[in-house]
């Protein structure tokens, strides 16, 4: 039976192919170390489940809620942002709350994509900056950068070689998967390039406040008059260690924040009454929630790094984010990475996500999940170490380690 149109238009999903040989694996008794999907493995702070379990008692809160976010939790977004980035925005024009920023991206593809429309977007990237728009209809430009000078140059051939004229620029810094970060002189520039071509401007700040040198990522709203053209989606999975409560936002210029208002209004009421309560609470608090889950995080990199160079394979230390973006071995650096990622669950017990599932500028990289903790992390470099020491690039060399046992 043939697939229907939005489907034909999506590639097979590269992790899926890792997700069945590392349940493969597990069924036959191994111990995998997951490092693959960004899953955050900390537990959400007591004081927000309390708050959770205090508003859920109330059957009132057991209604359909508001699709674009209770008053209260817009105004805890602004407030968040007055503090952290010196950003003034208007709770009631300029945010609306998501279910988690990936459906905020979709649905603002939805509401801005014409058929044909244009956008550029760096590769590697999170599939959804490519795919939402890919499934609006829209056509995407990929551009193989990084946030430095480099970028408007790019940007400069992707404008002069986009028929039609290019809609938006995507940007994720701190970047999943690469961890890269931005500077505000960055985008000072970027703004200034996308004003003078009239593009729209959709920054992903997932990993604003996982950083571990010192300085905090900016936000591209920072920037005078950005707001002209530019909305920014943060996310309270990774900040809080909520992944599975589904809240984030979409803040900035209020036209596109009424367009994607809007098209949810169609398509959700909102996340449960209780869990915007409680999600309120977590960005009024006083910030200790936030360095705990930091400070975490900047323990397992250190560790991962350590472990891992001794293990021969240097992995670079990220800046920013709960993810390292590791080059292939020399030995396998013409598989590719998912063949790569295979071995690795096969003969190490170690799952990582394949690069050419961001990209295909990915293909040379894995991506590396600091979501355990740093005892498996270490765990993790010793079965690499036995893998790296006896293995070629012929699989059928390498004893898996569960038969070992």
Known sequence: MEEFHKVRRLPPYVFEQVNRLKASARSRGADIVDLGMGNPDLPTPKAIVDKLCEVVRDPRTHRYSSSRGIPGLRRAQAAYYARRFGVKLNPETQIVATLGSKEGFANMAQAITAPGDVVLCPNPTYPIHAFGFIMSGGVIRSLQVTPDDSFIPALERG??????????LILNYPSNPTAHVASLDFYKDVVAFAKKNDIIILSDLAYAEIYF??????SVLQV?????????????SKTFSMPGWRMGFAVGNERLIAALTRVKSYLDYGAFTPIQVAASAALNGDGSDIEEVRDVYHRRRDVMVESFARAGWDVPAPQSTMFAWAPLPEPFRDLGSLEFSKLLIEHAEVA?????????YGDGYVRLALVE???RIRQAARNIKRFLASSTKQPNNVVPLVARR
């Open 159 to 168: 404008v002069r070689h986009s028929i039609p004229k290019p809609l938006a």
């Open 213 to 218: 040198d010192g300085n905090p990522p900016p």
């Open 224 to 236: 005078p008059g950005a707001i002209d053209i530019a909305v920014e989606f943060t996310s309270m």
């Open 352 to 360: 990582v996500a394949p690069g050419i599932g961001f990209g295909e």
């Open 373 to 375: 903790n740093e005892h």
